[in-house]
């Protein structure tokens, strides 16, 4: 979710900070209650504290009185004074190899985007789809996704928007009076948000999940094969459904985009030859991949211990510096992520998690099929109104529980369905940076936006969870 904007009219800002500040005290009063709260039969002392510190973080990640990083490190350090954890601990699963494997991820993508790279990989691939407009809508989309397996959502989005804008006007294509142009900005925004499932670089999500899984008292470990293994069934069959439904819901008038056309080759020409240090950060790029590929799994490197030599080789390569690392990578980011995984271990090591699920299961039943399709639902109505880190946070600990508590139900099967599922946001406007950004461009309302991002939410929770029951069950033997 984004933050709400402070007006410069001095009352509204007053009446804002007394909000915040009223939202903070409330939240505070809640993780009171659940201390000073009697014993509860089957949860211990520190279990109680610490699902009263999961609701602190869903009510003040969902709401935002303070930035959603300070929301982590206020998780961080709220275990220990309350006795919950020893400070030692709760900073050791902070340091998870997860939080390295996202800095080097992030200061390779500061890479890419500090030359350029990015710009040029986006115009060559809407080159090949020049053909029709719909076909060129699904070219925005394919784009999108594949960078996105290589760069974060956000800065894919962002990478876009200015490309496509300026495709549009070349075409003399008004905001809101074309459907092709709501279906070019959605294309961009929903792209990214499925290709942001692919690999563990695309969303910040994806590295969180193995974090906690790892930290598990059975640990569970999986490589960056191993998740790409997992997840593509899901982004290979979102990609064309959610394409067809845009096309559907929004029926494109136009017959041609030669001037489309033109303008893609003139930017195409315009970027020129690539430089020696586009080389090498490509050289760097495609270098790391291969050995996340084929050497991160456990008996070899682990995927952070590459990330940050990729990393290195950049410094080393002379194609940045510290200061692009300053100015381009989000440490909000990792102090949100840090503190949303000693979440997820505190969850587990004191048996809150357990509890819930206990208390769930007693609700709903033990049927694996409604579990699964129930994880589906909750996890896609949260992540539409709160962070998508933020939301994953919250219930990967539920879910992991649940599948400890229900015979034929893996715990690795539950977190995919709440990562995955966490990452396709697509009917506010607030749901992810992606929406939000190509919200700005004006080609869409936000009623254009509910409108196919309920239909594609619909037709992603039946892929989910046909996934899940017939390859992650049926063929992986999860």
């Not at 009697?38 to 109680?48: D, F, I, N, R, T």
Request: proline residues 5%; glycine residues 8%.
């Amino acid at each position: 979710m984004t933050s709400p904007t402070i007006s410069d009219s001095p009352a509204k800002e007053y009446n804002l900070r007394l909000r915040d500040i009223g939202i903070i005290i409330f939240a505070i009063l809640v993780l009171a209650i659940f201390y000073f709260a009697p014993q509860v039969e089957g949860l211990s002392q520190s279990g109680k504290i610490m699902i009263g510190i999961l609701v602190l973080g869903a009510i003040l990640w969902i709401t935002e009185p303070i930035p959603l990083p300070v929301t982590g490190l206020l998780i961080l350090i709220v275990q220990p004074i309350l006795g919950i954890m020893p400070a030692k601990d709760v900073f050791s699963a902070f340091g998870n190899q997860a939080v390295f494997f996202l800095i080097g991820a992030f200061i390779l993508a500061a890479a890419v985007e500090k030359h350029g790279l990015h710009r040029r990989i986006a115009l060559r691939l809407l080159s090949f789809f020049e053909h029709s407009p719909r076909f060129f809508t699904l070219g925005i989309m394919l784009s999108c996704a594949l960078l996105s397996f290589v760069m974060p959502e956000h800065g894919v989005a962002a990478l876009f928007l200015p490309i496509v804008v300026s495709v549009l006007i070349a075409m003399k294509i008004p905001p809101r009076e074309s459907n092709f142009g709501i279906i070019c900005m959605l294309a961009i925004a929903y792209g990214c948000s499925i290709g942001s499932l692919g690999t563990l670089v695309g969303g910040a999500r994806n590295p969180l999940t193995i974090a906690i899984l790892s930290d598990l008292e059975t640990p569970i470990l999986v490589s960056f094969f191993d998740w790409m293994i997992y997840s593509m069934p899901v982004v290979l069959l979102s990609l064309p459904a959610v394409w067809i439904i845009l096309q559907f819901s929004f029926p494109i008038e136009l017959h041609t985009i030669e001037s489309a056309k033109r303008e893609i080759e003139n930017q195409v020409i315009h970027s020129g030859r690539m430089k020696m240090q586009e080389k090498l950060v490509s050289i760097i790029l495609i270098f790391t991949i291969i050995l996340w590929v084929f050497f991160s799994s456990p008996h070899y490197f682990g995927y952070a211990i590459i990330a940050l030599l990729g990393s290195i080789l950049l410094f080393i390569s002379g194609t940045i510096t510290w200061k692009d690392v300053e100015k381009r990578v989000p440490w909000g980011v990792i102090l949100l992520y840090g503190g949303a995984i000693t979440l997820g271990v505190g969850m587990e090591t004191t048996g809150a998690g357990t509890w819930i699920a206990h208390n769930i299961l007693a609700i709903v039943g033990t049927n694996p099929y409604l579990v699964i399709l129930g994880l589906i639902i909750i996890t896609m109505l949260l992540t539409n109104i709160m962070s998508n880190v933020g939301a994953v946070a919250v219930l990967l600990p539920i879910g992991i529980a649940l599948a400890e508590e229900i015979p034929g139900l893996n715990p690795l099967l539950a977190a995919l369905i709440v990562a995955l599922s966490g990452g396709l946001a697509f009917i506010f406007i607030i749901a992810t940076p992606g929406n939000a950004i190509t919200y700005s461009s004006g080609y869409f309302s936000s009623r254009n936006l509910f409108k196919a991002g309920v239909l594609a939410n619909c037709i992603c929770l039946i892929i989910i969870f046909g996934v899940a029951i017939f390859y992650w069950q049926g063929v992986l033997g999860l």
